[in-house]
């Protein structure tokens, strides 16, 4: 079917605001950049991935590679925790971006993302050649920006010949150091030279305050991860769960990164919910279980319902990786924002023993393991971290999901697993009359005790249908004359749009059947 113009991120965006799944925070305001909220489908789609993931961590871990089940445990710490927390783990000194101010356009960039080419050109009558340091936002555009504005400053300044520009030659403004180059260079949206500042490192925290006074002491941070709270945890959990090395423990809950450029929806925001385990196991096995806990995350997004093609594994090669990682790979998906190619869903990192050995050290209480089955050996255990997102994962859904299809009642539907729908079942009495309103209220009402239902009896079966379609939801049973005569209804398979007449007493039955498939 042919889809219309509109780009299909807009066209998602504007399906999750007219049925209810995310809007923008503070609307009415005029909104806030990089804060969402999420509406009652949204809502209920997020906490059902929250669930399956909870419940395929913590209550029904995998099998591990000697057919025994995995030991996880689950976490909810604290979003603030004492500031010494974010300094043994690097975030006070290294959770930073390099950022650039320009002073025309009160613009803010991040520094490495800023290409700087030197121009040639001829003025009129004047053999003589003049440059000027141009910058713009590196990427394939870069070229093309930069002519355009070297022709439109030519023009201002009574015109002349543009001599060849050669977007190789350029540098990364992190490059330039000296004071009168910086001084000439003209920034990405500016029109004239000198209005970037130096770059200046702009930590992603957001700090507040703990307590009545405002100072330096009292200064804590919003957590920018959720992993550091199970470190702080870690020797709580092995003293007071019957747990060992190999196990896990698994954490959901919000983050908070004052990103520089929030963008892409929800894909990168100022707050959003992450869902981490900390895998810690003896250092002899640290490689086995990253590959195992790689191949296991990607297994599971795809019986998610993402299709395979979609995700990708993309090993960080040596040289990328942070200096304490041993190895990591991410997740990856095809974004409608980077297709062809991938953007991160979920991280799958080998720390070692880097974190405990951090927090062993500034917090000076011994974390060792003693393992008395091994004759006292006493180690720091090593750790796997696959971290994902929940916000970022709910994005993932919405865009595997979404569906055009000119043929259907609504061209756009949602083809979410029915597992994870927000709306499992609607329920319709085909007229508000004879009898049939009455019985479709007694299977809401059953029903509802064992799955989410929505009792609809509003507009044509049609408008009803449509309506669930865009909601995702799998099934619709509708009740008609015949139903109080044969105690059976009609049910709608969203994905097929096939019909089919199923008993009321079987119906339950029928729909947890398909939700377990
Ligand atoms: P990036 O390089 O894109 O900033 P990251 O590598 O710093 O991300 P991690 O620290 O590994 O991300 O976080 C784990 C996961 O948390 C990511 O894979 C992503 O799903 C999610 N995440 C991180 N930052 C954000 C954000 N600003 N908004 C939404 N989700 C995020």
């Given at each position: 079917m042919p889809e219309p113009d509109t780009s299909m991120m807009s066209r998602l965006t504007a399906l999750c605001k007219r049925r209810g799944f995310v809007f923008q925070a503070s609307e009415i305001y005029g909104g806030l950049n990089g804060f969402w909220d999420f509406g009652p489908l949204g809502t209920q789609l997020k906490n059902n991935l929250r669930d399956a993931w909870w419940r395929d961590m913590v209550e029904c871990p995998p099998l591990g590679p000697d057919g025994k089940p995995l030991s996880i445990v689950g976490l909810d710490s604290s979003i603030i925790q004492h500031p010494k927390t974010w300094e043994a783990s690097g975030h006070v000194a290294g959770f930073a971006d390099l950022m650039v101010d320009c002073r025309e356009t009160k613009q803010r960039y991040r520094a490495d993302h800023i290409i700087v080419v030197k121009v040639l050109f001829k003025k009129k009558d004047n053999a003589t050649t003049y440059t000027m340091q141009l910058s713009a936002?590196?990427?394939?555009?870069a070229s093309e920006v930069i002519t355009r504005k070297a022709k439109k400053l030519i023009q201002k300044s009574g015109g002349g010949e543009l001599l060849p520009i050669n977007i190789g030659e350029g540098r990364p403004f992190t490059e330039i150091q000296d004071s009168e180059t910086l001084a000439l260079v003209i920034g990405p949206d500016a029109e004239n030279p000198g209005t970037l500042t130096e770059p200046r490192a702009f930590n992603l925290m957001f700090p507040t305050y703990h307590g009545v006074f405002q100072n330096e002491e009292s200064k804590v941070w919003l957590r920018p991860e959720t992993a550091q709270g199970i470190f702080l945890d870690y020797k709580n959990v092995l003293d007071t769960s019957r747990v060992k090395p190999p196990f896990g423990v698994a954490q959901v809950g919000k983050s908070f990164r004052n990103e520089v450029t929030p963008r892409n929806f929800i894909f990168r925001t100022r707050e959003f919910e992450q869902m981490e385990m900390e895998f810690f196991c003896a250092p002899e096995d640290g490689m086995m279980w990253y590959e195992f806990w790689v191949n296991e995350r990607l297994r599971w997004w795809e019986a998610q319902g993402v299709k395979k093609e979609n995700l990708y594994r993309h090993d960080i090669p040596d040289g990328e990786r942070?200096?304490?990682?041993?190895a990591t790979a991410d997740i990856e998906y095809k974004y409608p924002f980077t297709a062809p190619n991938f953007g991160e869903l979920e991280g799958v990192a080998y720390r070692t023993d880097y974190d405990l050995k951090q927090h062993q050290t500034h917090s000076k209480v011994n974390l060792e393991y003693i393992d008395q089955e091994n004759g006292n050996r006493r180690y720091l255990p090593h750790v796997i971290e696959p971290a994902s997102g929940l916000t970022r994962g709910l994005l993932v859904l919405l865009c595997e999901g979404y569906q055009y299809d000119e043929s259907r009642a609504s061209p756009e539907w949602l083809k979410i697993k029915p597992s994870l729908a927000p709306i499992k079942l609607g329920i319709f009495?085909?007229?508000?009359?004879d009898g049939m309103p009455e019985v479709a209220e007694k299977i809401y009402l059953d029903l509802r005790k064992h799955f989410t239902c929505q009792y609809d009896a509003k507009q044509s079966i049609g408008k009803r249908y449509a309506r669930m379609d865009e909601a995702g939801t799998p099934f619709c049973a509708t009740i008609d004359g015949e139903s109080l005569k044969d105690n059976a209804v009609t049910v709608r398979d969203r994905d097929t749009a096939q019909q089919e007449r199923v008993s009321i007493d079987r119906l339950r039955e029928y729909v947890e059947k398909k939700l377990a498939g």
């Amino acid at each position: 079917m042919p889809e219309p113009d509109t780009s299909m991120m807009s066209r998602l965006t504007a399906l999750c605001k007219r049925r209810g799944f995310v809007f923008q925070a503070s609307e009415i305001y005029g909104g806030l950049n990089g804060f969402w909220d999420f509406g009652p489908l949204g809502t209920q789609l997020k906490n059902n991935l929250r669930d399956a993931w909870w419940r395929d961590m913590v209550e029904c871990p995998p099998l591990g590679p000697d057919g025994k089940p995995l030991s996880i445990v689950g976490l909810d710490s604290s979003i603030i925790q004492h500031p010494k927390t974010w300094e043994a783990s690097g975030h006070v000194a290294g959770f930073a971006d390099l950022m650039v101010d320009c002073r025309e356009t009160k613009q803010r960039y991040r520094a490495d993302h800023i290409i700087v080419v030197k121009v040639l050109f001829k003025k009129k009558d004047n053999a003589t050649t003049y440059t000027m340091q141009l910058s713009a936002l590196d990427g394939d555009e870069a070229s093309e920006v930069i002519t355009r504005k070297a022709k439109k400053l030519i023009q201002k300044s009574g015109g002349g010949e543009l001599l060849p520009i050669n977007i190789g030659e350029g540098r990364p403004f992190t490059e330039i150091q000296d004071s009168e180059t910086l001084a000439l260079v003209i920034g990405p949206d500016a029109e004239n030279p000198g209005t970037l500042t130096e770059p200046r490192a702009f930590n992603l925290m957001f700090p507040t305050y703990h307590g009545v006074f405002q100072n330096e002491e009292s200064k804590v941070w919003l957590r920018p991860e959720t992993a550091q709270g199970i470190f702080l945890d870690y020797k709580n959990v092995l003293d007071t769960s019957r747990v060992k090395p190999p196990f896990g423990v698994a954490q959901v809950g919000k983050s908070f990164r004052n990103e520089v450029t929030p963008r892409n929806f929800i894909f990168r925001t100022r707050e959003f919910e992450q869902m981490e385990m900390e895998f810690f196991c003896a250092p002899e096995d640290g490689m086995m279980w990253y590959e195992f806990w790689v191949n296991e995350r990607l297994r599971w997004w795809e019986a998610q319902g993402v299709k395979k093609e979609n995700l990708y594994r993309h090993d960080i090669p040596d040289g990328e990786r942070a200096f304490y990682s041993a190895a990591t790979a991410d997740i990856e998906y095809k974004y409608p924002f980077t297709a062809p190619n991938f953007g991160e869903l979920e991280g799958v990192a080998y720390r070692t023993d880097y974190d405990l050995k951090q927090h062993q050290t500034h917090s000076k209480v011994n974390l060792e393991y003693i393992d008395q089955e091994n004759g006292n050996r006493r180690y720091l255990p090593h750790v796997i971290e696959p971290a994902s997102g929940l916000t970022r994962g709910l994005l993932v859904l919405l865009c595997e999901g979404y569906q055009y299809d000119e043929s259907r009642a609504s061209p756009e539907w949602l083809k979410i697993k029915p597992s994870l729908a927000p709306i499992k079942l609607g329920i319709f009495p085909l007229v508000n009359k004879d009898g049939m309103p009455e019985v479709a209220e007694k299977i809401y009402l059953d029903l509802r005790k064992h799955f989410t239902c929505q009792y609809d009896a509003k507009q044509s079966i049609g408008k009803r249908y449509a309506r669930m379609d865009e909601a995702g939801t799998p099934f619709c049973a509708t009740i008609d004359g015949e139903s109080l005569k044969d105690n059976a209804v009609t049910v709608r398979d969203r994905d097929t749009a096939q019909q089919e007449r199923v008993s009321i007493d079987r119906l339950r039955e029928y729909v947890e059947k398909k939700l377990a498939g």
